[in-house]
């Protein structure tokens, strides 16, 4: 319950009673991304609720995902899963004729122990549409991580090798790309894929495709030695299954997220290559020379991090770099290996810019977070949907952290995105500086 | 398995945390995996809240899974109990757990003897019914549990008020508007001399539960959340009840006349609200003289269709039908465990009535009928949307539009001059509505060419083109908007005054 800040990063895993969005939420995004995709999330009526609720989406749009509602009678099994399941892909199909669909498995089939990877390839067959399981249960994974078990499932999907057909194989390898192939994974919207493209070319470094593409027709071609590179810090479980299972190697960088992050991310990329990367001091310099408007609001300013979405270490490093103290990194999952490269760039810069190292906390416990923000009373809490109103009343400053997980904040050009959320509450602060109305509760309310 | 991309109703457990959250000091204790927790969610961003939820989700994970959730759900509901001091601590399994079925009532049992709160399990069944079953169901329950309990204490007091007094059932959290509509109810009964004893759940403590039968009378203004608990109570304590939705200006007055014959029926010196009522109707609501208004006159024989929750959607079929002579083609509701009181509400004054819960089900039907506006959900305001027909909401499910900070009730008289706004405008309006009668067209969303198009494949006639200049200048630009958008449509390239008939045919078809 202390708030004592030490001199290492301090881990601790609460295990406590923490709020953040289920994972069957990547579904919202990732049917945007995919765009020949269908997701079919298969649960109760509470996931349906949540998706046209807490995402707000399904109504405003003609989605390509809906709910596979378990009724009682499947529940209680008296209704056969391979038959029902049948039935509505087929109706799917005919509707929609998408190139794939994504079953999301839910905690429900996960308790009622349905047997989705035995019952999709036999009705892949009979449908003719291939069809990926992923089980974003939040019996074991925390918001985010749902796009982590999709793209984890669709690995297996990749092609294994450019095909025979001579002609275009030929003229693909033209001298310059004698280059290993790099693959980046992580869902990004395509201009900002786009971007990263554009910066690794700039040091002559092609990348030869992404998990997801835009398109599932267009998955990349993975081979045994594959380079390849995680875009964002809760895709651990990809990363594993694209060196087990089809060895490829794994470049673990920091994320390209901040100016500091995107630099280190190249320049990791550029060693594996043995490129001596180019310009890369100047490019960052004048991306935190453009901020500068934006860091002036920041400097000295605390922050703390509930945590939710997994972005939390590296946000925190980059809001480190632009001169803030974080005091608590609150994170549903932490993966040190995975996120090694990142945790090593967040103690260099705790040491760098002479500010004590934040105490990160796993599976936080929300309560007790409360009891410490009430103490601490940084200058910005980043907290999830459910706290933030309350959190206003009381004078703390708040961001909702799934900004950030919408928002696109990869990538040198995106970094300006980020302070334009983190600053957002302090300029609201100033413009009603002077009010007076800081606290809008009664005294004796907790 | 059903393929489903929309609900109107939501799971069980959101209507029980909607009770519990709306008491005063009693803390829920959802025992859910994580990410079923959202209610937080909606109910901090929805109402705005202030405060924290007092719902806290005992998380079930895999080590969970395999250890047992026994000591989780009791150590958190004995923390709470520390830590916040609840009345009471209410806990809920969500459709998922739900199927571990495990003994809940168990773990309950164990937490209470370690609580000075007091503990109970919500008794849902969470593939059986909906979000607002589950509400009616746990609000009885609570009532019955703390009567009961005041029973076996002996300080239940049946003692009625001196002067007449009424409990109002059903204001809770996320209804729509119902925090209007209570402020609303509160006034009215105030209006006629009447106290509040008790207003349950939004405010109320359970402590005070126990005070319920002092009141004369129970007012349940929503059907679909109190009733169980108001015929609890009537047979308990032979506490009467009004159900009548004061939901426009004739069931306004049919409400308060039923509280009259309650009210007498305690007292010898009878009271008459006959003035009350003529004077309300009369001249301080507007709702009256807007359906005597030359404005309403146009609406006269105007197709509308109506969805929403039982009460609302039939409460607003009357008063369109009745109040305003709008022609209701169809009435619709997707309580369709409430489906022989609708029929029976909105029978005579509709042609049709749809129960469903399948909004496509809705949507298919608005576009066959071709209604001129909607009264429904937000999810018939999207269906309107795209069929430029416009939409009055008025039922939840809910939508952050529905927390308006301002004033709007829909029960009551200020209820009255709301609703009567809602209509009108929902409506197009006065002279512009004739003139465009003549050359058709909706309101368009997407403009095809600004202005005055001067680009154009499309060539005007010499005769059509003097039609178009007979049209008065504000519709003008519509009107040869919707002829050359239904021109391109059929591949029409010259414009003759054939072609703008055509038009305005097919847009009124």
């Known amino acids: 319950m202390s708030a004592v800040t030490s001199d290492t990063i301090t881990f601790e895993c609460e295990t406590g009673n923490y709020h953040t969005f289920c994972p069957i939420s990547c579904v919202a995004w990732l049917y945007q991304k995919i765009e020949d995709s269908f997701f079919l999330v298969i649960g109760t009526k509470t996931c349906g609720y949540f998706l046209q609720n807490a995402l707000g989406v399904m109504i405003f749009a003609e989605p390509r995902y809906a709910m596979a509602e378990l009724e009682e009678g499947d529940i209680s099994a008296q209704l056969n899963d391979y038959k029902e399941l049948t039935r509505l892909c087929n109706q799917i199909k005919k509707d929609r004729n998408p190139s794939v669909i994504v079953w999301i498995g839910t905690c429900t089939t996960e308790i009622i122990k349905m047997d989705l990877e035995g019952m999709a390839p036999k009705i892949e067959l009979e449908i003719n549409t291939p069809i990926v399981v992923a089980r974003a249960n939040g019996l074991d994974y925390a918001f985010t991580q749902g796009e982590d078990t999709v793209?984890?499932?669709?690995?297996?999907?990749?092609?294994?090798?450019?095909?025979?057909?001579?002609?275009?194989?030929?003229?693909?390898?033209?001298?310059?790309?004698?280059?290993?192939?790099?693959?980046?994974?992580?869902?990004?919207?395509?201009?900002?894929?786009?971007?990263?493209?554009?910066?690794?070319?700039?040091?002559?470094?092609n990348v030869s495709g992404w998990l997801p593409a835009q398109r599932y027709t267009d998955l990349p071609i993975l081979e045994k030695g594959t380079y390849v590179?995680?875009?964002?810090?809760?895709?651990?479980?990809?990363?594993?299954?694209?060196?087990?299972?089809?060895?490829?190697?794994?470049?673990?960088?920091?994320?390209?997220?901040?100016?500091?992050?995107?630099?280190?991310?190249?320049?990791?990329?550029?060693?594996?290559?043995?490129?001596?990367?180019?310009?890369?001091?100047?490019?960052?310099?004048?991306?935190?020379?453009?901020?500068?408007?934006?860091?002036?609001?920041?400097?000295?300013?605390?922050?703390?991090?509930?945590?939710?979405?997994?972005?939390?270490?590296?946000?925190?490093?980059?809001?480190?770099?632009?001169?803030?103290?974080?005091?608590?990194?609150?994170?549903?999952?932490?993966?040190?290996?995975?996120?090694?490269?990142?945790?090593?760039?967040?103690?260099?810069?705790?040491?760098?810019?002479?500010v004590p190292m934040p105490r990160i906390v796993e599976k936080p416990d929300n309560y007790n977070q409360i009891q410490r923000i009430k103490e601490l009373q940084p200058d910005l809490a980043i907290t999830g949907m459910a706290h933030a109103n309350p959190l206003e009343a009381r004078g703390i400053s708040t961001k909702w952290s799934v900004e950030f997980t919408f928002a696109q904040i990869h990538g040198f050009t995106n970094a300006r995105d980020i302070l334009e959320l983190v600053t957002r509450p302090l300029r609201r602060n100033n413009s009603l500086e002077g009010l007076g109305w800081n606290s809008l509760v009664k005294e004796n309310i907790k | 398995m059903k393929l489903a991309y929309w609900m109107y109703a939501g799971p069980a457990h959101i209507g029980t945390l909607r009770v519990a959250s709306s008491f005063k000091n009693v803390h829920a204790i959802m025992h859910a995996p994580l990410g079923d927790d959202y209610f937080n969610v909606m109910r901090s961003m929805l109402e705005r809240e202030r405060d924290f939820t007092p719902v806290t989700a005992s998380i079930v994970d895999r080590h969970v899974?395999?250890?047992?959730?026994?000591?989780?759900?009791?150590?958190?509901?004995?923390?709470?109990?520390?830590?916040?001091?609840?009345?009471?601590?209410?806990?809920?399994?969500?459709?998922?757990?739900?199927?571990?079925?495990?003994?809940?009532?168990n773990f309950v049992n164990r937490a209470s003897m370690n609580s000075n709160s007091d503990v109970i399990l919500a008794d849902v069944n969470h593939y059986r019914v909906n979000e607002l079953q589950a509400a009616d169901r746990t609000l009885e329950q609570v009532v019955r549990f703390y009567i009961e309990k005041a029973k076996n204490n002996n300080d239940l007091d049946l003692i009625k008020t001196t002067k007449p007094s009424a409990n109002i059932i059903g204001i809770f959290t996320l209804g729509?508007?119902?925090?209007?509509?209570?402020?609303?109810?509160?006034?009215?009964?105030?209006?006629?001399?009447?106290?509040?004893?008790?207003?349950?759940?939004?405010?109320?403590?359970?402590?005070?539960?126990?005070?319920?039968?002092?009141?004369?009378?129970?007012?349940?203004p929503y059907r679909e959340v109190g009733l169980m608990t108001a015929i609890y109570l009537e047979k308990e304590f032979k506490m009467p009840y009004v159900s009548t939705t004061p939901m426009g200006v004739v069931d306004t007055g049919s409400c308060i006349k039923e509280i009259e014959n309650i009210i007498n029926s305690y007292t010898q010196d009878k009271i008459s609200y006959d003035e009350y009522i003529d004077k309300q109707t009369r001249f301080v609501s507007q709702a009256a003289w807007f359906s005597r208004s030359i404005d309403c006159q146009n609406l006269t024989g105007k197709k509308a269709v109506v969805f929403g929750d039982a009460t609302h959607a039939a409460?607003?079929?009357?008063?369109?039908?009745?109040?305003?002579?709008?022609?209701?083609?169809?009435?619709?509701?997707?309580?369709?465990?409430?489906?022989?009181?609708?029929?029976?509400?909105?029978?005579?004054?509709?042609?049709?009535?749809?129960i469903t819960d399948n909004h496509t089900e809705v949507g298919d039907l608005i576009a066959r009928v071709e209604?001129?506006?909607?009264?429904?959900?937000?999810?018939?305001?999207?269906?309107?949307?795209?069929?430029?027909?416009?939409?009055?909401?008025?039922?939840?499910?809910?939508?952050?539009?529905?927390?308006?900070?301002?004033?709007?009730?829909?029960?009551?008289?200020?209820?009255?001059?709301?609703?009567?706004?809602?209509?009108y405008n929902s409506f197009t309006l006065g002279m512009e509505d004739h003139l465009l009668e003549i050359f058709g067209g909706h309101d368009t969303k997407e403009v095809i060419t600004k202005g005055l198009s001067t680009d154009s494949e499309l060539r005007w006639t010499s005769e059509s083109?003097?039609?178009?200049?007979?049209?008065?200048?504000?519709?003008?630009g519509k009107i040869k908007r919707n002829t050359e958008k239904f021109a391109r449509q059929n591949n029409v390239t010259e414009i003759t005054v054939e072609i703008m008939y055509a038009a305005k045919e097919a847009m009124n078809a």
């Open chain 1, 229 to 354: 590179c995680g875009i964002n810090p809760f895709l651990s479980r990809t990363a594993t299954i694209l060196m087990r299972r089809r060895k490829c190697k794994l470049i673990g960088a920091p994320f390209p997220i901040g100016p500091d992050g995107t630099r280190a991310w190249i320049e990791k990329i550029c060693s594996v290559f043995n490129i001596q990367p180019q310009n890369l001091d100047e490019r960052e310099n004048q991306v935190w020379q453009s901020l500068e408007d934006y860091l002036q609001l920041v400097r000295g300013k605390s922050v703390f991090f509930m945590g939710d979405n997994l972005l939390e270490i590296s946000l925190a490093r980059f809001l480190i770099k632009c001169g803030m103290i974080v005091y608590e990194i609150g994170i549903p999952y932490m993966d040190k290996r995975y996120q090694a490269a990142e945790l090593a760039l967040l103690e260099k810069h705790c040491n760098d810019m002479n």
């Open chain 1, 151 to 205: 793209l984890a499932a669709m690995v297996e999907r990749c092609p294994a090798k450019i095909s025979l057909d001579s002609n275009s194989n030929k003229e693909s390898k033209n001298p310059e790309s004698e280059q290993a192939p790099l693959v980046l994974f992580g869902s990004l919207p395509s201009t900002v894929a786009s971007q990263l493209n554009l910066e690794l070319k700039r040091q002559g470094i």
């Open chain 2, 176 to 220: 729509f508007h119902n925090q209007h509509d209570c402020r609303e109810l509160k006034r009215l009964l105030q209006d006629l001399g009447i106290q509040i004893n008790e207003v349950i759940p939004e405010g109320g403590s359970v402590s005070n539960l126990k005070k319920l039968p002092k009141a004369w009378f129970n007012l349940v």
């Open chain 2, 465 to 476: 083109e003097n039609e178009l200049r007979k049209i008065p200048g504000f519709v003008r």
């Open chain 2, 371 to 423: 209604p001129a506006a909607i009264f429904g959900t937000q999810m018939e305001r999207h269906i309107g949307k795209r069929l430029n027909i416009p939409c009055g909401v008025i039922s939840a499910p809910v939508h952050i539009q529905n927390f308006p900070l301002g004033y709007r009730p829909f029960l009551g008289y200020e209820g009255t001059n709301q609703i009567a706004d809602l209509v």
């Open chain 2, 65 to 105: 899974l395999a250890r047992g959730s026994q000591n989780k759900v009791v150590d958190n509901i004995t923390r709470k109990d520390k830590e916040e001091r609840p009345d009471l601590i209410v806990l809920t399994p969500t459709c998922t757990s739900s199927i571990l079925q495990e003994d809940l009532q």
């Open chain 2, 315 to 354: 409460s607003m079929t009357r008063i369109l039908s009745k109040e305003m002579g709008i022609y209701v083609i169809c009435a619709g509701t997707y309580c369709t465990h409430d489906a022989d009181w609708f029929k029976e509400q909105v029978q005579g004054y509709c042609d049709e009535v749809l």
